[in-house]
């Protein structure tokens, strides 16, 4: 019998049968090829179609060659990683190949996320973020521990990925027995060709049936509507073979299962897919449809590239997908439903042909196709406040910016932009011209996998005895929303067990409210239905929380609480606050019921979500949201006069431009000149 030369057991009878199906792939047929260019070259690039098989199975090749090569050495030093944009994709593939190699999920083949690390001294393969790939290489410069590491996805160009690029090219010069696979679904490799001049491109022809692209005549007014509009009559008129429709986001999917289902039953089977997902319901869109019904899958972009789902024969193109603005000048990120590129619309239409001829339902026109889409989708180190990266790639040794070799080269206002922020925050020291040092809380602001803000605010908690608070917000505001909001009947209810959890000072204070009665009730799911709180929200939290906490400890950061019965004890929580989120405050105009952002001026309103039933004059907010209007989302009322004494070197009115917040600012300093020395 043959033994699985991993864990040592006899092989199942589904390793067999996934086996065929592997071996069917457009990458097993190369296999050889591949393996006889990665010894004879430090890096190769490979580009195939999506579904060719590269991310389930080149890792697996590479692993198999490695391990050929290194038998009877330690295991640890064979270690194969592969990185995903996403880590719905990571977690999703690495329990694939756990399956494909007929092994346990965490020990031979795991996976590593932000706040999750489902790996065990056993593995050989693992799977993960690209950012988790460039927090690892902060205290392993080198990343010793792999011995080859493929880069997936390439043509994504993520803000994390486009990093690791610089970073492997110096890693690749001090490390000769590293080896290198750049994966990409796109032919446009010039690019990467380029960068990694030298390395050889393979390419693995696609399995691509024709597909026929049908655009509308007219523009669509609702975009949503026309989807389900366009499943139903798929489903009427056209042959079997399941249908792949793209929409931007959790709440629009949602709607859209709901409104298909209402109009077509159990007919079909509809299958709701984005990241927020239980994984188990995600792996849901394998399964092949029940009893010859036709299958339905609602998807965000992650079906795009990332996974693919066998047997779509037909895909509804909308056009748009959410994606990552930013703006230099206010120096505002923001997600935004916004048109997706020609690149994106092919690798769409694409998905349609991968088991026999498809047909693709653009819903716009041909013309707006040609003239209003960009050819490609901008990288996202172009589309990004870069405060964390430059924070990142300092920690990771790179204290010239200008000499990092970046594939797209940000613009030198977001990297001006983006220092200042981080000398605002004390993480960088100010040497006039010249790029700053990483101070001390620089350093710790590194470590936190948080946001620079978020990190710089549980780094003082202690400073305002409140660190104990300031983590369980931090958690909160970490995870997916954990409040319950269904339709119909339950939604009234919803609502009123939401505003039990109100705080009168506003969100923040909300959601720590939420986390002590969830604590309170030790964590019981039943608590969590009856008050329509997600109760997966509030176990990640507490798994947030936790984490943090381990690095809190690790600088000897005070855990501590104010007595709860005093009077500061929320005072200190929001100044805690205001001393990470300084830079998003907010002022109420004149007209008492729009917003203006402290630092750039620009009007906004509080978001519909947000618990205050009133006004205050100064808010901190967490989140800039535009959609049709421009929202400031989980807000809180803090006091103008504390940001003189939280971030004197923010609000100084010396280095403030004029503008209304500044008379504000100014009326208030020297109403504390007349009145002493107030708290
Ligand atoms: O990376 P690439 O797009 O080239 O292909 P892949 O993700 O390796 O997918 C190869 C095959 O594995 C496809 O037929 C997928 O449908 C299948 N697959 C699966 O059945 N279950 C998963 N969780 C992931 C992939
Ligand atoms: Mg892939």
Redesign the pocket.
């Known amino acids: 019998m043959e033994m699985n030369k991993w864990n040592g057991k006899a092989y199942t009878r589904s390793y067999y049968e996934i086996l065929e199906?592997r071996r069917s792939?457009p990458?097993y047929a190369q296999k050889q090829e591949f393996l006889q260019c990665l010894m004879s070259n430090q890096t190769v690039i490979l580009v195939?179609?999506?579904?060719?098989?590269?991310?389930?199975?080149i890792p697996q090749f590479v692993l198999e060659a490695v391990h050929v090569d290194d038998a009877g050495k330690n295991p640890r030093k064979w270690l194969v990683g592969c990185t995903q944009p996403r880590r719905v994709a990571a977690m999703?593939?690495a329990?694939?190949v756990a399956e494909e190699m007929d092994v346990a999920i965490g020990e031979e083949v795991g996976y590593t996320v932000r706040f999750e690390d489902c790996t065990s001294s056993k593995t050989v393969l693992k799977y993960l973020t690209d950012g988790m790939l460039l927090r690892e290489a902060m205290t392993d410069p080198l990343l010793q521990r792999y011995k080859v590491l493929v880069l997936?996805e390439a043509h994504e160009r993520t803000l994390a990925t486009d990093l690791l690029f610089g970073i492997l090219k110096r890693v690749l010069r001090n490390r000769p027995d590293l080896k290198l696979v750049v994966?990409s679904?796109t032919l446009e490799a010039e690019k990467c060709l380029e960068y990694f001049s030298g390395a050889p491109l393979m390419k693995?022809p696609g399995r691509l049936h024709p597909v026929e692209i049908l655009y509308t005549r007219e523009p669509e007014r609702d975009y949503l509507d026309a989807a389900v509009r366009t499943v139903v009559q798929i489903h009427m008129f056209e042959p079997p073979g399941d249908v792949l429709v793209f929409l931007t986001g959790e709440e629009e999917i949602e709607e859209a299962c709901r409104k298909i289902v209402g109009e077509l039953g159990d007919q079909v089977n509809v299958v709701p897919l984005y990241s927020s997902l239980p994984p188990a319901m995600q792996?849901k869109i394998?399964d092949p449809a029940t009893g010859n019904r036709r299958k339905i899958v609602v998807s965000t972009n992650i079906a795009e590239?990332s996974?693919?789902?066998?047997g779509v024969v037909y895909v509804v193109d909308p056009g748009f997908a959410k994606q990552k603005l930013y703006n230099p000048k206010t120096r505002v990120e923001s997600l935004l439903v916004s048109p997706i590129s020609q690149a994106s619309a092919r690798q769409r239409a694409g998905r349609a042909g991968?088991t026999r001829p498809g047909k693709c339902f653009r819903l716009y026109t041909e013309k707006s196709f040609n003239n209003d889409l960009i050819a490609q989708t901008h990288p996202e180190i172009l589309r990004s406040n870069l405060a964390n990266t430059v924070l990142t790639l300092n920690k990771l040794g790179v204290d010239n910016l200008v000499s990092f070799e970046f594939m797209d080269s940000p613009a030198p206002v977001t990297l001006g932009g983006a220092l200042s922020d981080l000398v605002d925050l004390g993480a960088l020291d100010a040497d006039e011209g010249k790029f700053g040092n990483l101070t001390r809380t620089g350093e710790m602001m590194s470590e936190f996998p948080l946001d620079p803000q978020m990190a710089k605010m549980l780094i003082v908690s202690p400073k305002f005895n409140c660190s104990n608070e300031i983590l369980s917000i931090s958690a909160m505001l970490s995870v997916p929303n954990c409040f319950i909001r269904p339709r119909g009947e339950a939604r009234k209810e919803a609502d009123e067990a939401r505003a039990r959890f109100g705080h009168v000072d506003g969100d923040h204070l909300t959601l720590l409210n939420v986390y002590n009665a969830y604590k309170q009730n030790n964590g019981d799911s039943n608590w969590c239905y009856e008050n329509f709180i997600s109760h997966r929200a509030m176990k990640s939290a507490e798994n947030v929380r936790e984490q943090l906490v381990r690095i809190m400890s690790r600088f000897n950061l005070k855990i501590c609480s104010s007595d709860y019965t005093s009077r500061d004890y929320y005072n200190n929580i929001r100044k805690a606050l205001l001393a990470g989120y300084f830079m998003q405050v907010a002022h109420l105009d004149r007209t008492g019921c729009r917003y203006l952002t402290a630092k750039d001026d620009q009007m906004v309103h509080l978001h519909p979500s947000c618990c205050l039933d009133y006004k205050p004059e100064w808010v901190v907010y967490n989140e800039y949201v535009l959609t049709s209007r421009n929202f400031i989302r989980t807000v809180t009322y803090i006091r103008g006069e504390w940001l003189m004494d939280v971030a004197p070197q923010c609000y100084h009115l010396n280095n403030f431009k004029n503008c209304e917040t500044k008379r504000v600012l100014q009326k208030l300093s020297k109403k504390r000149d007349r009145e002493g020395n107030p708290k």
């Open positions: 199906k792939l990458v195939g179609e999506t579904g060719s098989g590269k991310t389930t199975q999703s593939v329990s694939r997936d994966m679904a693995v792996q394998f590239t996974l693919t789902i066998d991968r």
